[in-house]
């Protein structure tokens, strides 16, 4: 336990961090671009945001691929604000997180966390090694010189996805089934069902399933694959949601947010609200029935957890690599959790995140000096921050450091 004085620096601290974000947010087209891309890395502590690209956002886990034009997707900046009915904004708690209560000199990883138990959770790490969830062909690490950057099991075989926008469904074996320029690879937040985008075609089915249970979707030419809400597959067109059930049939969601997660369980859309220009950005979750707005507050939903009760967020101002995380209430935006201060000129977070279980989410980080190396971290509803696997130093190569890759679910 924290004694009363760490306690009263730490939210000092705290306080002192909220008063200095700046009063509008960074260019949306521009977060969006980024997201599509799968891995953050600063190159000197003086250049600041500057980076190399950033894994998208794990609807539970959707990423986003494709071009670098947002504009491909229906992602662009708002004009002007949408309008916002049945809104209940939330001021967060005074939330003082904790770290680990045991010795952290038993094992220094990054920044000096310690080191906990790894991590159950599927990942791919710099050495490019499979931890927890069998065995991968190797042809499948690489498309060409491009490297993997998401994958999922699929009908006995695998998702992969590429930052040369490419994704291919391969079988046990890697021999590929299909594969094309992509869009988008989800999954169902209960882990069961997955869907991807390859060209203007979705190919939605059960994880575990055969393919003639697969279902198809035609996509218009502004909308882009979501994820999955109660009433069947999640498209958007960058400012809407249209949800295509398992029969065809299609019903409109229109919503204030610019959607970039959904949760089957919650049955909730995740998204941004307001535009750079007018200074007024706000992250918020909206009824994925109805559209009307639940919350908005300064923190941006990434992912929901699997049982719908939680989402994890960044501060909406981020454009670099995320300054915090944080778990909120997906349903009032509380603040339940959230990373501590402390860590701030120890360690880089990057922009991978997943639920490994109903109350723990799991995102990589990377040393602020030193060997540089990386680990995954995680922080749960309790406010338990620590490490989740050893740290690693990225592989160099001429396509640029690889680091850690999570499954999508």
């Known amino acids: 336990m924290m004694n009363d004085r760490l306690e009263e620096q730490l939210r000092s601290s705290l306080d002192r961090q909220a008063e200095a974000r700046p009063a509008t947010g960074p260019d949306l087209g521009d977060v969006f671009g980024r997201a599509r891309r799968i891995q953050r890395r600063r190159t000197a502590i003086v250049t600041g945001v500057a980076a190399a690209a950033v894994l998208a956002v794990v609807v539970p886990t959707a990423i986003a691929l494709g ?29 003082v997180p904790t770290t680990r209560a045991d010795d952290p000199t038993a094992g220094l990883g990054i920044g000096g966390l310690s080191i906990g138990s790894h991590t159950d959770w599927t990942y791919l790490d710099p050495q490019q090694r499979l931890h927890g969830g069998g065995t991968m062909p190797n042809t499948l690490l690489k498309h060409g010189g491009a490297r993997l ?51 203007r075609t979705v190919y939605a089915g059960i994880a575990s399933g055969m393919s003639d249970g697969e279902q198809r979707i035609h996509l218009t030419a502004n909308e882009s694959l979501l994820g999955f809400l109660g009433a069947g597959v999640a498209l958007t067109d960058g400012t809407s949601v249209r949800i295509v059930s398992g029969n065809g049939g299609a019903t409109a969601v229109t919503d204030a947010l610019f959607p970039t997660t959904v949760s089957l369980a919650g049955d909730l ?13 706000e992250g918020g979750v909206a009824d994925g029935t109805s559209g009307a707005v639940l919350w908005h507050s300064s923190w941006r939903p990434m992912a929901f957890s699997p049982d719908g009760k939680y989402v994890a967020a960044v501060p909406v101002v981020d454009n670099g690599d995320p300054s915090a995380y944080a778990i909120l209430d997906a349903r009032t935006g509380a603040l339940i959790a959230r990373t501590p201060a402390a860590i701030a000129d120890k360690v880089y977070l990057g922009w991978q995140v997943v639920w490994d279980t109903d109350s723990r989410i799991v995102f990589d980080g990377y040393e602020a000096g030193g060997e540089r190396r990386s680990a995954l971290l995680a922080l749960t509803t309790d406010g338990l921050f620590d490490q989740a696997s050893e740290p690693m130093t990225p592989v160099t190569t001429d396509q640029g450091q690889i680091g850690f890759v999570l499954m999508t679910q």
């Open 269 to 281: 859309i995740g998204g941004v609200m307001g535009t750079p220009a007018r200074g007024d950005q």
């Open 149 to 199: 950057i998401a994958f999922t099991p699929y009908h006995g075989g695998w998702i992969v996805a590429y930052d040369d926008n490419w994704i291919i469904q391969a079988d046990s074996t890697g021999a590929v089934v299909k594969e094309g320029r992509g869009g988008t690879l989800v999954t169902s937040s209960d882990g069961l069902e997955t869907a991807f985008q390859i060209g």
């Open 67 to 95: 071009s670098g034009d947002h504009n491909d997707h229906g992602l662009a900046p708002a004009t002007s604000s949408p309008s916002v009915s049945a809104t209940t904004p939330v001021s967060p708690p005074s939330y």
